[in-house]
């Protein structure tokens, strides 16, 4: 026999409308509140675009999540986006790269690697590439019980 409590909330086991991503490390929060006050050139860029929720996808900067912090991230696509500079050119740099897509592929986060060059010199174009990737992860249905859409809300 089910308790009252479970009864009075039978949707209480479900994990709807929170961040998918894993949570951060200690610690982590402050340096990303303090990598976003040192973005790059090209992820300043971006980051103007995306704020203004391109295809009204809502992203964030810098977010934390588990031992890593993701330049850019849509939680409703599970989709992150790192820009790359020369630096993610070395060897070493690339075999961290990998680990880390692999540690955020096991929570069914997809990573966009967009090189910082193409950001600068291409802006519209990633920022197409983007938006396409992301509405193709999107769920086909909203979960029964939510918010309805922003713009049914009179929001745009």
Same mark, same amino acid.
């Given at each position: 026999?089910?308790?009252?409590?479970? /009864?009075?909330?039978?949707?209480? /086991?479900? %994990?709807?409308?929170?961040? @998918? +991503? @894993?949570?951060?490390? =200690? $610690? +982590?929060? $402050?340096? *990303?509140?303090?990598?976003? %006050?040192?973005?790059?050139?090209?992820?300043?860029?971006?980051w103007q675009e995306l704020r203004k929720r391109p295809g009204g996808l809502k992203f964030r900067r810098?977010?934390?999540? /588990? &031992?890593?912090?993701? #330049?850019?991230?849509? *939680?409703d696509a599970r989709l992150a986006v790192e820009i790359d500079g020369e630096t993610h050119q070395n060897?070493?740099? *690339?075999?961290?790269? !990998?680990?880390?897509? +692999?540690?955020?592929?096991?929570?069914?986060?997809?990573?966009?690697?967009?090189? !910082?060059? #193409?950001?600068?010199?291409? =802006?519209?174009?990633?920022?197409?590439?983007?938006?396409?990737? *992301?509405? !193709? %992860?999107?769920?086909?249905?909203? &979960? +029964? /019980? $939510? @918010? @309805?859409? %922003?713009?049914?809300? $009179?929001?745009?």
């Open positions: 026999m089910r308790s009252m409590v479970e /009864g009075q909330f039978p949707n209480q /086991g479900l %994990r709807m409308f929170k961040d @998918p +991503a @894993p949570k951060p490390k =200690l $610690g +982590a929060v $402050g340096r *990303a509140r303090s990598l976003r %006050r040192q973005m790059t050139l090209p992820e300043l860029l971006l810098q977010h934390p999540s /588990g &031992p890593y912090i993701l #330049d850019f991230f849509c *939680a060897r070493e740099r *690339a075999k961290h790269d !990998a680990e880390r897509d +692999a540690w955020f592929t096991q929570s069914d986060v997809l990573t966009l690697r967009i090189s !910082a060059r #193409d950001v600068l010199n291409n =802006l519209e174009p990633v920022l197409s590439y983007i938006v396409r990737e *992301a509405k !193709a %992860r999107l769920p086909l249905h909203r &979960p +029964a /019980g $939510g @918010p @309805p859409p %922003r713009d049914k809300l $009179g929001e745009e």
